[in-house]
């Protein structure tokens, strides 16, 4: 009786491309010293991103971040996280770091994020007060907009507006947009964030709202520890706190929103540029977040975005009824009628996908106006 081969069926590609990463970041912890950590993985989001918590035999925690180099690079992390510690505010301090490989040891701030604190029913107007302080401080430093960074310009706000052409409006539509209705829809977005795209008062955080948050036992600003940064851009002022006060996935009560703006004009006064800029960015941001939640459900497989829809939708069109935005409004009331209407069914939406080159709304069609 002879015995059984014993032969196994080679792993998919992106199996050992995982075991080859896991190795490498193994041997990359035993070079920094950090060999016999304990590695628990934290929950992931809509990003590439991967956070490994280690805790040392000696009772040390630090956190290792796994960049996707062919998806998203890691420097601009490192750069701004050392720039905003520079200016005193508590971004995480690089321990140590592989930029060619993606890697990096960061500090680990612990559990104590906004969002958990809030679901746990903390009271609302300490913490976003503390938040909107950061902004003020950070507003009033002339260093603020003195980093490698890019500029906040027209082209990264149509890449984010094409998210919401491209993505929701012909899946909410059940069709692909009419290319002369496309093209000028896009000009009409140039028209809105022409002027805007133009301010360079100071680094825009970029995605400053409570799940990037965190509360640290720290005095002054320094106890709001920030988190996901890394697409900061040198623009206006009024993107990072219309970002926190017009959160795409909580509710902030329109009482306290009001006075946290107060909160921050009582030391940056308002003006009417700041107001108008506040207003054009709510529209370019609502309408890009439709679109990433659509793109994260359609092509990453990530439904749970789904339920936050319904919010950015009240919020864009509050942004739309305000004057800045009105052109924009009548345009896509008359020529994308529904645009505002619920997502298809998934089976629906799927359909409509398939009829789509590589499975996928297409891309632009034309060169950024």
């Known amino acids: 009786m002879t015995a059984a081969l014993d032969i196994a069926a080679p792993a998919p590609a992106e199996d050992r491309l995982a075991e080859d990463r896991a190795a490498e970041r193994q041997a990359t912890l035993a070079r920094w010293g950090w060999g016999a950590a304990a590695l628990a993985p934290l929950p992931g989001d ?11 035999q000696s009772g040390a925690r630090a956190l290792l971040m796994d960049v996707p180099l062919e998806l ?21 301090c ?6 060619a490989a993606g890697l990096a040891l960061i500090e680990d701030f612990g559990e104590a994020t906004y969002t958990r604190l809030l ?5 609302p107007r300490p913490l976003y007060e503390r938040a909107v302080d950061v902004l003020v401080a950070l507003h009033a430093d002339p260093q603020a907009a003195a980093v490698d960074a890019p500029p906040f310009d027209l082209a990264p706000l149509m890449v984010e507006v094409h998210l919401f052409v491209d993505w929701y409006l012909p899946v909410v539509l059940r069709q692909p947009l009419d290319a002369g209705v496309r093209r000028d829809l896009l000009a009409l ?16 955080l970029a995605d400053y709202h409570v799940d990037n948050l965190m509360v640290l036992d720290r005095p002054g600003v320094a106890a ?18 219309m970002s926190l006060l017009e959160d795409a996935r909580r509710d902030v009560p329109a009482d306290l929103a009001r006075d946290l703006r107060a909160r921050y004009h009582a030391a940056h006064p308002a003006d009417p540029v700041f107001e108008d800029d506040y207003a054009r960015l709510a529209v370019q941001r609502h309408a890009k977040v439709a679109g990433i939640f659509t793109r994260l459900w359609l092509r990453d ?11 950015v939708l009240r919020m864009l069109k509050a942004a739309l009824a305000l ?11 008359t020529h994308c009628a529904g645009w505002d209407a619920s997502l298809p069914p998934a089976a629906e939406a799927e359909r409509w996908r398939r009829l789509t080159p590589a499975g996928a709304p297409p891309p632009p069609q034309e060169p950024l106006p």
């Open 224 to 241: 709001v520890g920030l988190l996901d940064f890394q697409d900061g851009m040198i623009g206006s002022r009024a993107y990072d706190l």
């Open 119 to 123: 679901d746990a029913g903390a009271d």
């Open 189 to 204: 977005w140039v028209e809105l964030l022409d002027g805007t795209a133009r301010r360079r008062d100071t680094l825009a």
């Open 323 to 333: 004057p800045p935005a009105e052109v924009l409004a009548r345009f896509l009331a």
């Open 72 to 92: 998203e690079p890691i420097q601009p992390f490192l750069t701004l996280a050392r720039h905003l510690g520079r200016l005193g505010f508590s971004a995480p």
């Open 94 to 99: 690089i321990l140590a770091e592989d930029a």
């Open 301 to 311: 497989g990530k439904p749970a975005y789904l339920a936050h829809i319904p919010r």
């Open 46 to 56: 809509a990003s590439h991103r991967r956070y490994i918590r280690l805790v040392a």
